[in-house]
T-cell receptor, first 114, second 113 residues
Framework: AQSVTQLDSQVPVFEEAPVELRCNYSSSVSVYLFWYVQYPNQGLQLLLKYLSGSTLVKGINGFEAEFNKSQTSFHLRKPSVHISDTAEYFCAVSDPGGSEKLVFGKGTKLTVNP | DGGITQSPKYLFRKEGQNVTLSCEQNLNHDAMYWYRQDPGQGLRLIYYSQIVNDFQKGDIAEGYSVSREKKESFPLTVTSAQKNPTAFYLC????????????FGDGTRLSIL
């Protein structure tokens, strides 16, 4: 069964600093990968997804992620964060040959301080 | 605008009571899902449905029940058998195919009185 590990449960950064949120997945075969953001007391919004092709994926709000098959990683990055980026971020994986089910990591809480 | 509507936003349950959480979507999606979110636990799948009149158990189905009588609707009942129901419940939907992202509602927070 697939599993997703988000290596940091909390990441504090200062405004305008770069940030990287780490995500590793368990499968060595083809996968689809997703990053979602959740603001307090809201549902999840899709930030970006990797299905195939270029390993660098650009998403909304200036975020990007890089797919690394050899390291089974899909880390999320932003070169300069804003206070409004404070939220919880979830990495998720699905199986191209399987159902539409997603397996989620436990989330990383990003706090951007002034 | 298309989207997913969950209601109510807040819900309180008494001991021994069943409560039903509503989820409606107008995205014309075939698949719908219910997740439970607890602090530090991420999202755990309760039930999912890929087509009307069919649904499957997820990882934590005990104490919950669902129905899928219409494509647009996927209500979740939290039964009295669920001994620890306090959590944030999220409903989602997606088009067919594992490459399709899921779209989420804004959640229902359930608490015990």
């Amino acid at each position: 069964a697939q599993s997703v590990t988000q290596l940091d449960s909390q990441v504090p950064v200062f405004e305008e600093a770069p940030v990287e949120l780490r995500c590793n997945y368990s499968s060595s075969v083809s996968v689809y990968l997703f990053w979602y953001v959740q603001y307090p007391n809201q549902g999840l919004q899709l930030l970006l997804k990797y299905l195939s092709g270029s390993t660098l994926v650009k998403g909304i709000n200036g975020f990007e992620a890089e797919f690394n098959k050899s390291q089974t990683s899909f880390h999320l990055r932003k070169p300069s964060v804003h206070i409004s980026d404070t939220a919880e971020y979830f990495c998720a994986v699905s199986d191209p040959g399987g159902s539409e089910k997603l397996v989620f990591g436990k989330g990383t809480k990003l706090t951007v301080n002034p | 605008d298309g989207g997913i509507t969950q209601s109510p936003k807040y819900l309180f349950r008494k001991e021994g009571q069943n409560v039903t959480l509503s989820c409606e979507q107008n995205l014309n999606h075939d698949a719908m899902y219910w997740y439970r979110q607890d602090p530090g636990q991420g999202l755990r799948l309760i039930y999912y449905s890929q087509i009307v009149n069919d649904f499957q158990k997820g990882d934590i189905a005990e104490g919950y029940s669902v129905s899928r009588e219409k494509k647009e609707s996927f209500p979740l009942t939290v039964t009295s058998a669920q001994k620890n129901p306090t959590a944030f419940y999220l409903c989602a939907s997606s088009s067919e195919g594992s490459n399709q992202p899921q779209h989420f509602g804004d959640g229902t927070r359930l608490s015990i009185l």
